[in-house]
């Protein structure tokens, strides 16, 4: 298995980071256990210090493959920015206009978290072609991935 060390010289070079950010909230939209966003804090804050733009990708809950606000990832990025000790951006879709915008906007050392990315119909296809042409939209922003 790869480390962060065995992917060389991270600065300025896009790292898309799967999380397990699918943390409970309440009915006010409030995170009630943020172990989840602490737990991957520590690879998030490496790769961010290592000079990454961090672009972090997770799910929320069960969207049927289109956005659904009750499981919009917006109330992870405040705690996560706290956690991090940094400003977090947010891109309100997956791969679309926001995503690029945000990503293209992001510095070294900068992270930036995208939207739930179950809103996307290609994550959870049954059809191959689907999931791998979204796969091939989400590689477009990045240039290292890794898992959490």
């Known amino acids: 298995m790869k480390t962060i060390a065995d992917l060389g010289d991270l600065r300025g070079k896009r790292v898309l980071v799967r999380s397990d950010l699918n943390v409970p909230l309440d009915a006010d939209r409030k995170i009630t256990d943020d172990g989840r966003i602490r737990a991957s804090a520590p690879t998030i804050q490496a790769l961010s210090e290592a000079g990454a733009r961090v672009i972090v990708c997770a799910h929320l809950g069960r969207p049927k493959g289109a956005p659904e606000e009750k499981y919009s990832l917006a109330p992870v990025v405040d705690r996560m920015s ?50 791998q042409a979204f796969a091939r939209e989400l590689a477009a922003v990045q240039e290292h991935f890794t898992t959490l």
């Open 82 to 131: 706290e956690v991090l000790g940094r400003p977090v951006a947010f891109a309100t879709d997956t791969v679309g206009e926001s995503a690029r915008a945000v990503v293209a906007g992001l510095a070294d050392g900068d992270v930036a978290l995208l939207e739930n990315i179950r809103f996307n119909a290609g994550e959870t296809s049954k059809d191959e072609a689907e999931r």
